[in-house]
T-cell receptor
């Protein structure tokens, strides 16, 4: 079945550093791919998504490109801020009614 | 807008006790679901519902019951709590279903079973 493998954390960066969080997937066909973010003490919220191969999702300065050649959907941001400190989850559908999540990557940004 | 509301936010139970986690959404979403979040394991689906009167099992349904008598509410029942059910529980809803649409999450309910 569909699954995601996500970069282990935690990740600690200085403010304005470049961020990459790796995510690779195994899937039948080309399902939509998602990144969700969980800020401290909150539930998850959708950060960005891509619905087909070669699509790029973007939001709040974050980007991820759906690459079928490498079965990857890595999350990137050019210059991180303290407010980006959170846990990030890669996700993809399993069938029509289920979403499977990666284990999450905790990101801490130091001023 | 309230969105997805979960109660209680915190609960401590003794082994063998039962309780219900409440979830309500005011967005008229047909799809609702319950996840548990444990360190190093991400989120795992417990039960889900695609509409009133319809429920189905997720990855880890044992020890939990759900019902969906209205579109708005999707309570999660722990029948006889065990320490392995110590976790943070999230309710989530979606208009179009999680394969294409956004999942909206509640703020979570932290449960400790002693």
């Amino acid at each position: 079945g569909n699954s995601v493998t996500q970069m282990e954390g935690p990740v600690t960066l200085s403010e304005e550093a470049f961020l990459t969080i790796n995510c690779t997937y195994t899937a039948t066909g080309y399902p939509s791919l998602f990144w969700y973010v969980q800020y401290p003490g909150e539930g998850l919220q959708l950060l960005l998504k891509a619905t087909k191969a070669d699509d790029k999702g973007s939001n709040k300065g974050f980007e991820a490109t759906y690459r079928k050649e490498t079965t990857s959907f890595h999350l990137e941001k050019g210059s991180v801020q303290v407010s980006d400190s959170a846990v990030y989850f890669c996700a993809l559908p399993r069938g029509n009614e289920k979403l499977t999540f990666g284990t999450g990557t905790r990101l801490t940004i130091i001023p | 807008n309230a969105g997805v509301t979960q109660t209680p936010k915190f609960q401590v139970l003794k082994t063998g006790q039962s309780m219900t986690l409440q979830c309500a959404q005011d967005m008229n979403h047909e799809y609702m679901s319950w996840y548990r979040q444990d360190p190093g394991m991400g989120l795992r689906l417990i039960h889900y519902s695609v509409g009133a009167g319809i429920t189905d099992q997720g990855e880890v349904p044992n020890g939990y019951n759900v019902s969906r008598s209205t579109t708005e509410d999707f309570p999660l029942r722990l029948l006889s709590a065990a320490p392995s059910q110590t976790s943070v529980y999230f309710c989530a809803s979606s208009y179009a279903g999680p394969n294409t649409g956004e999942l909206f999450f509640g703020e979570g309910s932290r449960l400790t079973v002693l």
